[in-house]
């Protein structure tokens, strides 16, 4: 017996993915996994491995002192120490889940070791829930970002200390 729009079961809804792929070039989603009565469809759009951009660092210009002037020892400002470690920065806008579920243990913590394919969080966006992989190799040295809490495109997630 046909299904009311016209696909068999088991074969494929041209249309149907058509209208997927446009929500998701609409909402910026790059990866969907959907499930129901057997049926499975996982669909990535772009490169497999999502381009961060680095972190832009902008120091404010300082006041040029008097040519006469020679600062002393205490009077010189110490500069900050730089954070040790580089940042696996969000690739999309969503929200940020540490583990699968809220029974389940984090994906990483403190101290894990991960690899460029490790999953190390899920950013949930327009109810589609995206595995972030690391794409870095190394050691997390601090998590940035608490489990439920909205995350803006190319904020730092984790610092990692790179291996």
Known sequence: MAKPDGAEKGSFDLDRFRKLLQL??????TE???RKDGESWK???GPKQVTVAPEMAVAAPAAAPPA?????AAETPAAPAAPAGVTIDAPTVGTFYS???PEE???VNV???VQPDTTICIIEAMK???QIPAEKAGRIIEVLVASGDAVEFGQPLFRIEPA
């Open 105 to 107: 243990p984090a994906f």
């Open 32 to 34: 969907a996994n959907l």
């Open 43 to 45: 669909v990535r759009r």
């Open 111 to 113: 101290g894990s070791t």
């Open 68 to 72: 006469n002037a020679v600062p002393t």
């Open 24 to 29: 998701m070039e609409k909402y910026g989603v």
């Open 128 to 130: 589609v829930f995206n």
């Open 99 to 101: 583990s699968p579920t």
